[in-house]
């Protein structure tokens, strides 16, 4: 696991696990393999909704 102020990158042994924490996370997670990222959508530091498709698209182009 990876956290900074804005994301927490997550990585699992098997796409099983990895899909079923993602599923908990609702809106606030993201699944791409074994990674999950967990976006901050409360609190005094919330990820700007602006940035989330480059974090998608950034995990989504690692395994290119």
Do not use: C, H
């Not at 599923?23 to 602006?50: C, E, H, K, M, Q």
């Amino acid at each position: 696991m990876i956290t900074t102020d804005d994301v927490s990158v997550y990585q699992f042994p098997d796409p099983a696990s990895a899909s079923k924490w993602a599923d908990g996370l609702a809106d606030s997670g993201y699944l791409s393999g074994l990674i999950v990222l967990r976006f901050n959508v409360g609190g005094s530091s919330p990820t700007d909704p602006a940035a989330v498709p480059r974090y998608e698209a950034v995990l989504d182009g690692l395994g290119d």
